[in-house]
């Protein structure tokens, strides 16, 4: 079922390539014959093929029709609108509040006139619609959903303006329009699904139905536009040092900020860590957080202003540079987390945080209810420390099968990865407090790193463990998910999911950000019976999740993949202003069209709501 032949060449060098390799392996062949083992449910079906490194993954980077009413007005009007009928219980007169536009569904003929407007002004090198860019856009190797859309052309703007110009294209002829940064976001964000008239989709539902399976390689272009900024508009614009800010563009990678920092000498860095290599554009776009979170928050914590292109092709800045501001409710948050739905970044100002000493320690515990008990504990207990991430036994295992040479392994037992951070006096009292409440939750083996080069092993061992995952079960792919709870829930959550793991017969490392009561299960299959038995867990612990006042998903954001679970969990009025949200942002469905937003009931898939 898992054809594998030849070697995909990236469409262009991947800046992910040198971030997320594992520095402990030599790297392994990228995988050529892609297949999707689909079926029509979007959490049916898992794509991903091997590999340590996404194949492909092209690095690379925006104004407007006028609209009568002002933006600003309008997403006030709509939030307003609908809160109040949320709170009126009156969602069918809030349905029908958007504006009435007439629907045109993009066609191909209009593709190609707008491809052709934007050629005229865009230079070559710009505009890419080579098969090995189309695929490396539209597929996503780590998202468990297919069937996958290709785009039909990617392009990479060099400004704000560009993008200006995009959209107003786009917008004259309905086509989609996929922002994109490092691609590795989870549950489906960038493929190109998700609008009507869309050969791509279209394609691979024939396929699927012909032949139970679709392969990426036999998909045909759609016609939606993809735009990447990590090859153009990848540059910090400022860093304000005294302000503890930094000015930068969407396709600026975390670590590249840091490491520009430290290159600098400024002892202060960007905290919000997801995959290595993730850019600043995708993280707003999915509300990212990571290591951490549990000391300095997500995304919604850390971004201060948002340059942002609308559907209209207006304009906005969502802030001023001020670290705190009492102008109205905080629109940057309006676009963290919209998956790129309602509007496009093109600038970001970041709170980063001082560059504070630290230290690692491991502790082993017999069950994973005592490890996750003892991560509940040290947060309740105040205990600041700056990431609390819990592993199971099965992921310590994976980690220590991918330590190098000479590198250190750990107790195959559920464990805790600790970070401590502050003055020395700080970080003393902070470990000494850590070992008592671990300890009485049964922890043992109180190891620290001897050194920062083994804190930095240690922790990148952590980052990469959805790699160390996939080499644990040769052939296997990995369906990757995560849920979140309140705190006081994460032991009962964690114990459950793993009984039910386990139960399955499935491989499925747990990894998680303990602190916030976030985990992530990585479960693996090589059958298609197995693929059933891993979307039950899936199912079973959003469910789970969901029923202990948790949510269907802590920081990988939606997608396609999680939009059933949607309105289970925010109810149908906050559904349906969603909808008037986007309907009033965007009301032709351009942008992201198919993510995030459930499709209303009886609801034809169609470019505008
Ligand atoms: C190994 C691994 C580990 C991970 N660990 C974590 C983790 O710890 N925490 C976590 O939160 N996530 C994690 N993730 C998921 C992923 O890294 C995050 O979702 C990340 O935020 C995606 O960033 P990206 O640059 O890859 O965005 P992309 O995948 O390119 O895009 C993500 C979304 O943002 C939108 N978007 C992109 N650019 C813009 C823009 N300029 N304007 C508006 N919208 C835009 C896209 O349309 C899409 O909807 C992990 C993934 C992997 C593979």
Redesign the pocket.
């Known amino acids: 079922m898992l054809a594998r032949t030849g070697i995909v060449p990236a469409a262009r060098a991947s800046p992910l390539a040198a971030a997320?390799a594992p520095p402990l392996r030599s790297p392994t062949i990228l995988i050529a014959r892609r297949t999707l083992a689909t079926r029509p449910h979007p959490l049916a079906s898992r794509v991903t093929p091997k590999g340590p490194v996404?194949a492909g993954k092209t690095p690379s980077h925006l104004r407007a029709r006028p609209q009568r009413l002002s933006v600003l007005s309008a997403i006030l009007l709509a939030s307003l609108t609908g809160s109040l009928t949320y709170a009126l219980g009156r969602q069918e007169a809030s349905s029908k509040a958007g504006p009435t536009k007439e629907y045109k569904d993009p066609t191909l003929d209009g593709f190609t006139k707008a491809l052709d407007e934007i050629r005229a002004w865009l230079s070559d090198e710009d505009l890419d619609t080579s098969r090995d860019t189309l695929v490396a856009h539209g597929y996503?190797e780590?998202a468990a959903h297919g069937p996958t859309g290709l785009p039909g052309a990617v392009l990479y703007p060099r400004s704000t303006e560009d993008v200006v110009k995009i959209v107003q294209t786009a917008a004259k002829y309905s086509i989609p329009l996929?922002?994109?940064?490092?691609?590795?976001?989870?549950e489906g964000?960038?493929t190109a699904l998700g609008y009507a008239n869309n050969p791509s989709e279209k394609d691979a539902q024939e396929k699927l139905a012909r032949d139970g399976h679709v392969e990426v390689d036999d998909l045909v272009p759609g016609l939606a536009l993809v735009?990447d900024?990590?090859q153009n508009m990848n540059n910090i614009v400022s860093i304000n040092s005294h302000d503890l800010d930094a000015v930068v563009q969407?396709?600026v990678?975390y670590d590249a900020l840091n490491a520009e920092l430290k290159e600098r000498g400024i002892p202060l860095f960007f905290p919000?860590?997801?995959?290595?290599?993730?850019?600043?554009?995708?993280?707003?776009?999915?509300?990212?957080?990571?290591?951490n979170?549990v000391r300095y928050g997500?995304?919604r914590d850390n971004v201060l202003n948002l340059t942002?292109v609308l559907a209209s092709g207006e304009v906005i800045k969502t802030r001023q540079r001020a670290k705190k501001s009492s102008v109205g409710p905080d629109l940057s948050r309006l676009?963290i987390g919209?998956?790129?739905?309602l509007?496009?970044?093109?600038e970001a100002t970041l709170k980063l945080a001082p560059l504070l000493p630290s230290t690692v320690a491991v502790s082993s515990f017999p069950t994973i209810a005592a490890a996750a008990a003892a991560a509940r504990d040290l947060v309740q207990h105040g205990i600041s420390l700056a990431c609390i991430e819990l592993l199971d036994d099965v992921m310590v295992d994976a980690t220590n099968q991918q330590a190098g040479k000479g590198a250190r392994t750990w107790p195959v037992k559920p464990s805790l990865f600790l970070k401590f951070s502050g003055t020395k006096e700080q970080m003393a009292i902070d470990i000494e407090r850590t070992k008592k409440i671990t300890q009485s939750n049964e922890g043992s083996g109180f190891a620290f790193a001897r050194n920062d080069k083994e804190a930095e092993e240690i922790w990148h061992s952590r980052?990469?463990?959805?790699?160390s995952a996939l080499e644990y079960l040769k052939g296997a792919k990995c369906w990757?998910t995560?849920v979140c709870v309140p705190l006081s829930r994460f032991p009962e959550l964690i114990t459950e999911t793993k009984a039910d793991i386990d139960s399955e017969g499935i491989v499925g490392p747990i990894v998680s950000?303990a602190g916030d009561g976030n985990f992530?299960a990585l479960l693996l299959f090589r059958t298609p019976d197995e693929l059933v038995k891993v979307e039950r867990l899936v199912h079973n612990m959003v469910e789970r999740a969901q029923r202990m006042d948790g949510t269907a998903t802590?920081?990988?954001?939606v997608?396609i993949g999680k939009k059933p679970y949607v309105e289970a969990e925010l109810g149908a009025g906050t559904v349906q202003l969603l909808r008037d949200i986007k309907r009033q942002m965007d009301p032709q469905n351009i942008l992201?069209p198919g993510?995030?937003i459930p499709d209303e009931k009886g609801e034809e898939k169609r470019m505008a709501h």
């Open positions: 997320i996404p996503n780590w996929i922002p994109y940064c490092a691609g590795t976001s989870l964000h960038t735009l900024f990590a969407p396709g990678s919000v860590d997801p995959a290595p290599g993730a850019q600043i554009g995708g993280m707003i776009g999915t509300g990212a957080s990571g290591t979170a997500t995304m942002v676009f919209a998956e790129g739905t509007g496009i970044v093109t980052k990469i463990a959805l790699w990757v995560d950000h992530h802590g920081e990988h954001g997608g992201n993510k995030l």
